[in-house]
Every structure is written in structure tokens, then in C-alpha cells.
């Protein structure tokens, strides 16, 4: 997925409908990242212009099916 994939999806997901796993930016910000729920891959979200992407922590991400 490029960047500006990332920032479409997370432009056109709904907060209701998007994953919001929480992440520590750099500054000590605390974002959610707003892929669809489900999506594969890593997290992510709209950081300003550019896109912020992290692994998903286990034990913090969605149960396993
Ligand atoms: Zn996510």
C-alpha cells in the first residue's frame, strides 16, 4: 500500500467504522489509526500531509478468530 492509499482510506473511513488501534507518534502524541476495522497489514493513519504506519502490538490488537 503506498502513502497515498493509506491517506485515502483513512480520508474516506468514518471514525465509527475504523480500527482505532492506539499509537504513540513521535512527539508523544497519541493517535488512532484510522484504516477500515479488519484491514490486513499495518496500522495507520493521516499524520498532517504525510501517513503514519505501525505494526500491530500483540496482546493490544483484535482477538484472533
Ligand atoms: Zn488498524
Known amino acids: 500500500m503506498t502513502d497515498d492509499e493509506l491517506l485515502l482510506e483513512t480520508d ?4 465509527a467504522n475504523s480500527c482505532r488501534d492506539p499509537h504513540i ?4 502524541d497519541l ?3 484510522r484504516r477500515q ?3 490486513d497489514d499495518t496500522h495507520g ?3 498532517g500531509a ?16
Not at 25 to 28: E, I, L, N, V
Open 25 to 28: 507518534a513521535p512527539g508523544d
Open 37 to 39: 476495522r479488519g484491514h
Open 50 to 65: 504525510r501517513a503514519l504506519r505501525w505494526l500491530a502490538q500483540q496482546g493490544l490488537g483484535p482477538l484472533p478468530a
Open 45 to 47: 493513519t493521516r499524520a
Open 12 to 15: 474516506y473511513t468514518s471514525y
Open 31 to 33: 493517535v488512532e489509526c
